[in-house]
């Protein structure tokens, strides 16, 4: 989740993000070379999955090539130089898996378009080989679940290389209504490669920095509230946050089963498209994807369509504009575009039910907080380092020092203190949720203008990193999809003094086609995002 999400479930309000006076489009002066880290070029900079395909049919490249080449940017850059701190975790065993695929690439050619492909995901994603799981929390320090994840699975025998695992907001933002996105106990703090000292949002704050800083293919993140796409946002990157149950949750450290999910991150739309067609599939692990069989599709590159805008009925949701005035300016912008490429916007259509199931939200989440990392905690078996939400919170308060350093634990209080999920306010407030979100939220407003999809802007620039006070976010629409269960790109809209801002598409449970084809569209038509320079601070 982000702490957006935070400020909005319990009331407290949020403060403006401090950004400079310059418009983007309007072309912000370089900064000095003073003012920029030192970052030397890198010959993988900006490259797709497709270039990586070409490149190791013709011989340039091999899997053990771009796997070296990435284990050494991410020392030159993300442990050292400006040191951005998204890898939490290197896979010990990537130079054995990398060389192994090569080998099985030599004898009988690639299994797919992810065949060696090095690929980083979010550090609570399970993986069972040497690499550990603990969602940033040193309580979970050295933590080997007893079997893959589903995702780490099908990434696999995808034969994707699952390089390491990425830093995130400890716990996916879910321990204090204070916290600061990017940080953990376990990795320390994350930083915006557009600006070192600028937050890079969350919680899958690590996924969405080393996609931006070309530290890998493409990754893998995971969403509650928020926590896909507005790091992706943020960090001038595309981020999908799928429908409920389009890929399975089993081995995922989880939050709330009516709301988790994970997603692809990557450097351009049909990269994304590639990596969720391979995360998808029917799990007896997880009940929620025996609705996905049918409706699921291994390849969504195939309704990418540069086209994909023409005679499309698109909703413009203004009652989540006005938040930040650049950003309203970047959607004017976009809105025009569209209108060039042919769609046909829908304006007004306002999503009526906004911010009235925040309470009810947090409610749901509280209660399967505790049921959900509980259940979790115990499938670990006997060698789990917590087995209750109780010791983490008592492993916590012994270890101040170094878990609680700038914020505390009172989410983790208020979900301990929830009863079962057969407890009627849960009940009752699971139920407000979805009928609010969905059918008197995204439906009723697509039925009613017969609309395709519905855009917002995804965030607001990136704040000022705060260890003391927190974030300090700026607006933010991923509520009313993250709800409802329904699907939510983000692709790149432009930047704000520097800072990537993205756009958001959102619609019905399955409509990833749809989506996929208006942000492709989007997309190729405004090529908005930039590769970070590594600013020291934020241009003005």
Known sequence: ???RNFLQLVALGSAAAMTGPTFASAGPKPAPLAARAKVKPFDLDEATIAEFQAGMKSGRYSSLS????????IEQIDKHGPAINAVIEINPDVIAIARAL???RKAK????ALHGIPVLIKDNIGTHDRMTTTAGSLALAGSIPPCDSFVAQRLREAGAVILGKTNLSEWANFRSTHSTSGWSGRGGLTRNPYALDRNPSGSSSGSAVAVAANLCAVAVGTETDGSIVSPSSTNGIVGIKPTLGLISRAGIVPIAHSQDTAGPMARTVTDAAILLGALTGVDPRDDATNASEGKSHPDYTKFLDPKGLRAARIGVARNFFGFHERVDQLMEAAIEEMQKLGAIMVDPADIPTKGKFGGSEFEVLLYEFKADLNAYLASLG???PMRSMKELIEFNEQNREREMPHFGQEIFLKAQAKGPLTDKAYLDALEKNRRLARDEGIDAVM?????????TPTAGPAWMTDLVNGDHETGGSSGPAAVAGYPSITVPAGEVSGLPVGISFFGRAYSEPTLLKLAFAFEQATKARKPPPFLWTAQS
């Open 1 to 3: 989740m982000t702490r």
């Open 66 to 73: 771009l796997v070296k080449k990435y284990l050494a940017r």
């Open 102 to 104: 090569d080998e099985e």
């Open 109 to 112: 050619g690639p299994r797919g």
């Open 382 to 384: 006997s060698d789990a």
């Open 447 to 455: 039925n009613q203008h017969q609309l395709d999809a519905i855009i």
